[in-house]
């Protein structure tokens, strides 16, 4: 995957083992809510295969260089990062 759709994607990070499990494009799923289960894909269970809990989601927002106001400098959504914890 290239920088450009890591920026433009929604990232499952395992903050326990420090581990990004998957990066799914924009629009390729919904976003969860802290204290939902995800099942996520991997090379296998070592690789972060397995349930999960959501336990924080972050909001990255980068400068939209091409929209700039008075006052303020508009943003648009750069990617989405939610932490889970493992539960099986």
């Given at each position: 995957?290239?920088?450009d ?56 927002f ?27």
């Amino acid at each position: 995957m290239d920088n450009d759709a890591l920026y433009r994607s929604v990232e499952f990070y395992d903050d326990f083992n420090k581990l990004t499990i998957n990066f799914v494009p924009f629009g390729g799923t919904t976003v969860p809510r802290i204290g939902e289960l995800v099942y996520l894909p991997g090379q296998g269970t070592r690789d972060g295969s397995g349930a999960y809990r959501v336990v924080r989601v972050e909001y990255h927002f980068l400068p939209d260089g091409t929209k700039e106001q008075r006052d303020f400098r508009a943003a648009q959504l750069g990617k989405i990062m939610i932490h889970v914890e493992r539960i099986s």
